[in-house]
């Protein structure tokens, strides 16, 4: 089951560009867990050019860098179809954590 997990991320159109299992090689259940240092902070989600989650603000990280699985969920097993990217665009005015767990089906 791959993960992704950053943290500290900036303001960026697309916080998951290049990095491995953004491609997603067959259907999948997504998962995405998020906390933001500062209220007003954003996430968005798309499985390519579908929205799955839009300006969604995370809750205050629990403590410093940490995104909490128990408490931070912002999507549960969003079903995606093989053959299209993610993509995450953030808008923090100090940084967003997240934890994207992909389960290949």
């Known amino acids: 089951m ?3 997990k950053i943290v500290n991320q900036g303001t960026s159109s697309d916080a998951i560009n290049g990095l491995r299992f953004v491609k997603l090689a067959g259907p999948a259940l997504v998962s995405c867990w998020a ?10 989600m ?3 050019d579908r929205s799955v989650m839009n300006l969604v ?3 205050i990280e629990s403590s410093a860098d940490v ?3 128990g408490r931070d ?3 549960w097993a969003e079903p995606a179809p ?6 995450l665009p953030v808008t ?3 940084a967003v954590n997240f934890i994207i767990n992909v389960d290949e089906l």
Not at 35 to 42: L, R
Not at 82 to 87: E, L, Q, R, W
Request: no cysteine; hydrophobic share 35%.
């Open 92 to 94: 923090a005015s100090t």
């Open 82 to 87: 093989g053959g299209v990217d993610m993509s």
């Open 57 to 59: 603000q995370p809750n």
């Open 35 to 44: 906390s933001g240092v500062t209220a007003g902070d954003t996430i968005s």
């Open 73 to 75: 969920q912002v999507l």
């Open 46 to 48: 798309l499985f390519g």
């Open 2 to 4: 791959p993960t992704i």
């Open 67 to 69: 995104t909490d699985v």
